[in-house]
């Protein structure tokens, strides 16, 4: 266990300083959306059976702005060519800011609120019905918790008994006009969810060993779908980024992107 929470610090440093150099070569934004995510998708990306040969469970991101994260990772799985990360948010390139179906390894179009989760529904309800294995993950945000989509997803997801679904909603607490909080309380998240019939997991999104065995327990769990609530800091590893919602938007100047390489790099 202790080599395998090794090699998911390791991965996930990488991982960090590729989107870093991406983001500031395109001069995107979504620092903070990214950080806060990359040590869930580092496991993720690492249990999903997403191959090109078996392809039996889908990943499907809904918070698409998270795009440079998922190319890095798909690309690291062999589902994209590596050298495709330099053409990311370039004119005319496939690789644009938000995730779209036009590239391998894309479920669902991402990026709308709201958008991703009722695809996973469609994609676990299919699944069910062609008697096939595998299982249906779907990354979200907490600020579209708020979406009307979600909740009826989360009623049609309990009421078919669709284990074979997992929802990862990455709770940093920020969105993009604010703190979740402010904007629409969602919170108490954990018994809102349990309430509707659904098994919950609450973790700290950036404790390796947390993630991987809420995976592992979801995998287990019979005739309910799961939900993982990872509680993670928005811009997670970049002490500036850390809570500043700023750089929700803001494109990384030259001195910004050196402070935050020394930061990775000495983490």
Not at 251 to 263: D, F, Q, R, T, V
Request: charged share 30%; aromatic share 8%.
């Amino acid at each position: 266990m202790t080599d395998k929470i090794e090699k998911y610090k390791k991965e996930s440093v990488q991982a960090r300083l590729k989107v870093l150099e991406m983001v500031k070569k395109a001069q995107t934004s979504h620092i903070g959306s990214n950080f806060s995510s990359i040590d869930v998708l580092t496991v993720l990306y690492d249990i999903a059976d997403i191959d090109k040969k078996s392809k039996k469970d889908k990943v499907v991101i809904s918070k698409g702005w998270i795009a440079a994260s998922i190319y890095y990772f798909l690309a690291k799985k062999g589902i994209i060519p590596e050298k495709d990360l330099e053409d990311y948010c370039k004119d005319g390139s496939k690789y644009i800011g938000l995730v779209e179906p036009t590239v391998d390894g894309i479920e669902a179009a991402g990026g709308s609120m709201g958008f991703g989760f009722p695809f996973g529904v469609g994609f676990a309800t299919a699944k069910k019905i062609k008697k096939e294995e595998g299982k249906i993950f779907v990354l979200m945000g907490d600020g579209e918790v708020a979406i009307g989509t979600t909740w009826e997803s989360v009623l049609i997801a309990a009421h078919h008994k669709l284990d074979n679904l997992v929802v990862i909603i990455d709770a940093n607490g920020l969105q993009a006009m604010g703190e979740v909080k402010n904007v629409l309380n969602i919170e108490p998240l954990k018994e809102k969810w349990m309430a509707f019939g659904w098994n919950v997991l609450e973790i700290d999104g950036h404790n390796f060993k947390e993630i991987e065995g809420a995976f592992l327990k979801a995998d287990s769990v019979k005739e309910k779908p799961s939900v993982i609530i990872a509680r993670t800091v928005k811009g997670k590893g970049w002490q500036r980024a850390e809570n500043n919602n700023i750089y929700h938007y803001k494109a990384l100047s030259s001195e910004e992107y050196e402070e935050a390489l020394k930061e990775i790099e000495n983490a």
